[in-house]
T-cell receptor, first 113, second 109 residues
Framework: NAGVTQTPKFRILKIGQSMTLQCTQD?????MYWYRQDPGMGLKLIYY???????DKGEVPNGYNVSRSTTEDFPLRLELAAPSQTSVYFCASSYNQGAYEQYFGPGTRLTVT | DQQVKQNSPSLSVQEGRISILNCDYTNSMFDYFLWYKKYPAEGPTFLISISSIKDKNEDGRFTVFLNKSAKHLSLHIVPSQPGDSAVYFC????????FGTGTRLQVFP
C-alpha cells in the first residue's frame, strides 16, 4: 500500500494564479482531510469529507475548494492564490471519524509570491 | 482561542535520558487524546493515544499520562534516542482532530 500520496511536493505560485493539490489514498478510507501548517503553528483543518460526494468546511476554508468524486481522491483547489496561502499542506485519511488515527501524506510546500 | 496548548516549543535531551513533552487542553469534555510525531519533509505519523477512561497508556519506550483534573497530558520517552528527534504534536479528538502547536525534541549524543 502506498498509503496517502500527494502531488506536487513543491510549488511556487504567483498572486492570483490557481492550482489544484492532488491527494490519493489506497486504504479505502471513508474520511479524508486537508490541513495546512504554518511555521510554529499546529495543523489547521481546511476541509474534510466523510465519503464520496460529501464535503464540509473545517476551521480555515476561505480561499479553498474541494471535491470528492471517488473514495480514493480528494483534491484541494486554490483559486486566486494569495501570499497568506503560503504554507505546507497535508492531506490525511482515516477509516472512521474522530477518535481514530489519521494517516497523513508527505505534504505539499506551497509558496505564493 | 487555542483549545490545545503545547507551551514548550522546543526540548533538548541527552541520549538515554527521559524526554517529557507536555500538553494542556481547555475542555473537560474531551475524551480521546493522541500524539503524533513529525520528521522534516514528512507528514505526521500516529504515535500513541489514550482514552479518558485511563490515566496511562504504554507502548514500548513511549508512555502517555493523562491528568483529567488538571486537563493535562504528557508523553514520556524512555530512554530517548537520537532517532526520536522530531516535532511532536498532541491532538484531541472530537469529531475532528484539534492539534497543538508542537514541541521540537532534539536528542543529542
Amino acid at each position: 500500500n502506498a498509503g496517502v500520496t500527494q502531488t506536487p511536493k513543491f510549488r511556487i505560485l504567483k498572486i492570483g494564479q490557481s492550482m489544484t493539490l492532488q491527494c490519493t489514498q489506497d486504504m479505502n478510507h471513508n474520511y479524508m482531510y486537508w490541513y495546512r501548517q504554518d511555521p510554529g503553528m499546529g495543523l489547521k483543518l481546511i476541509y474534510y469529507s466523510v465519503g464520496a460526494g460529501i464535503t464540509d468546511k473545517g476551521e480555515v476554508p476561505n480561499g479553498y475548494n474541494v471535491s470528492r468524486s471517488t473514495t480514493e481522491d480528494f483534491p484541494l483547489r486554490l483559486e486566486l492564490a494569495a501570499p497568506s496561502q503560503t504554507s505546507v499542506y497535508f492531506c490525511a485519511s482515516s477509516y472512521n471519524q474522530g477518535a481514530y488515527e489519521q494517516y497523513f501524506g508527505p505534504g505539499t510546500r506551497l509558496t505564493v509570491t | 482561542d487555542q483549545q490545545v496548548k503545547q507551551n514548550s516549543p522546543s526540548l533538548s535531551v541527552q541520549e538515554g535520558r527521559i524526554s517529557i513533552l507536555n500538553c494542556d487542553y481547555t475542555n473537560s469534555m474531551f475524551d480521546y487524546f493522541l500524539w503524533y510525531k513529525k520528521y522534516p519533509a514528512e507528514g505526521p505519523t500516529f504515535l500513541i493515544s489514550i482514552s479518558s477512561i485511563k490515566d496511562k497508556n504504554e507502548d514500548g519506550r513511549f508512555t502517555v499520562f493523562l491528568n483529567k483534573s488538571a486537563k493535562h497530558l504528557s508523553l514520556h520517552i524512555v530512554p530517548s534516542q537520537p532517532g526520536d528527534s522530531a516535532v511532536y504534536f498532541c491532538a484531541v479528538s472530537t469529531d475532528k482532530l484539534i492539534f497543538g502547536t508542537g514541541t521540537r525534541l532534539q536528542v543529542f549524543p
